[in-house]
């Protein structure tokens, strides 16, 4: 493992049902820190599957997934959600916030959920929240904003923790053009601030314009060079 490698799989293999086959076959990969990583590939190609090894929302069936210096792929249940709630963030198609709670309390979640003292997380969340733009909607219900203002309470949650992973899945998949640019140029700004990201995306320009390289998946495999997924 290289030491600037923030993200490393060895050999990874993921089964969901016996016979079936696999929705990754001996995948290698590595992403170093402070990279921005596009994943991209047709569906069924194991994007999902990837994203999940990564984040501890799952477990490869063989191999080793080795994240910020530690092997994840065999830590217990608890351990898995403390190594989440403090290196990973994550930011979704649907933005995925609770409606029940403000803006604020959404952002706040992962800090209480990781046990970060209430003071600590609010002075971050508030600080989150004026650089994404929308302090003043920090008392507001999810319903009530847009969808890229949604999205970024969503990247504000995301980084409550100062994880030194962010993953984001279609971030702009639900959203119009002009809006993605937008969410776009917001990630691009947070990794020029050192922000590792992996992007998982079909679409080919959010690729090409913020992801220093593309790793593309054909069934569960990387596609050789030049093969456009």
Known sequence: MGQDDLIRLDNVTKTYQAGAPPALADLSMDVAAGEVAAVMGPSGSGKSTLLNLIAGLDRPTEGTVTVAGRRIDNLSESGLARFRARHVGIIFQFFNLLDDLTVEDNVLLPAQLAGASRRVARARAGELLERMGI???????????????????????????????????????????????????????????????????????????YAARTIQLLDGRLAPAGVAA
């Open 135 to 209: 302090e003043q909607h920090r008392d507001d219900y999810p319903a009530r904003l847009s969808g890229g203002q949604r999205q970024r309470v969503a990247i504000a949650r995301a980084l409550v923790n100062a994880p030194e992973l962010l993953l984001a899945d279609e971030p702009t998949g639900a959203l119009d053009t002009a809006t993605g640019l937008e969410i776009g140029r917001l990630l691009q700004q947070l990794n020029a601030g050192g922000q590792t990201l992996i992007l998982v995306t079909h679409d080919s320009a959010l690729a090409d314009r």
